[in-house]
């Protein structure tokens, strides 16, 4: 009797049960969903079991592949915006005269057209502030009403007339804009220039 009960033990209740720990195992290390167990077709308490890990993994593996998805498209979304903003920063770079600087005016970044049109390196510019450039020809409350304008987060715009490092005048076409963190301080400027001497020239001689 002892040895009925064991066998009946081990095909009705330990070899299903160990069956469904390595369907479980194996789902768990690799996501592979698991093969239908003759457990699945009982009808008491290891069958249930065994069918609401079924209906488990299957949930799983479609969320698990949704999710995937989703991932996928977010990423090649990103990467075409990423893109597209190199496309934009390298026509930004091309035809505007663009610095940065932090919240207290000192250069961080210019590009290559802002050295090219004032003679100065990226090494003789970066650290220092606009006043390198500056030429004398704006007084005092030209320069004070700018810097109120944007250090109360306001966008500036305007004519600057700046010096080149061999002494040569150069006048530029200027936007300011103040950019802020997420609770709003600014910490740090962006300008775009573009460059109007022939213009102001022309000006100037009428």
Not at 28 to 41: E, F, G, K, S, Y
Not at 52 to 72: D, P, R
Not at 91 to 104: G, M, P
Request: hydrophobic letters at 40%.
């Amino acid at each position: 009797a002892a040895s009925i009960l064991a066998v009946s033990l081990t095909h009705w209740v330990l070899r299903p049960m160990r069956h469904l720990t390595q369907a479980v195992e194996r789902f768990t290390h690799d996501q592979q969903l698991p093969n239908t167990w003759p457990a699945c077709r009982r009808h008491d308490e290891l069958g249930v079991l065994a069918r609401a890990f079924v209906a488990m993994a299957e949930s799983a593996h479609a969320n698990h592949h949704q999710i995937q998805t989703q991932i996928n498209e977010r990423t090649e979304a990103l990467e075409k915006a990423n893109r597209q903003l190199n496309l934009y920063k390298f026509a930004l770079d091309t035809a505007a005269i663009f610095a940065i600087t932090d919240a207290r005016g000192i250069i961080t970044y210019v590009n290559d057209q802002f050295c090219q049109i004032s003679g100065y390196s990226r090494q003789e510019l970066i650290g220092q502030n606009h006043r390198i450039i500056n030429s004398g020809y704006h007084d005092r409350p030209f320069f004070r009403q700018m810097y109120k304008t944007i250090a109360s987060g306001e966008v500036w715009h305007g004519e600057i007339c700046n010096r080149a490092k061999n002494g040569k005048i150069y006048w530029v076409d200027t936007v300011i804009v103040p950019l802020t963190d997420g609770q709003g301080r600014i910490e740090k400027y962006l300008a775009v220039r573009f460059d109007m001497t022939q213009r102001k020239q022309v000006e100037q001689a009428l």
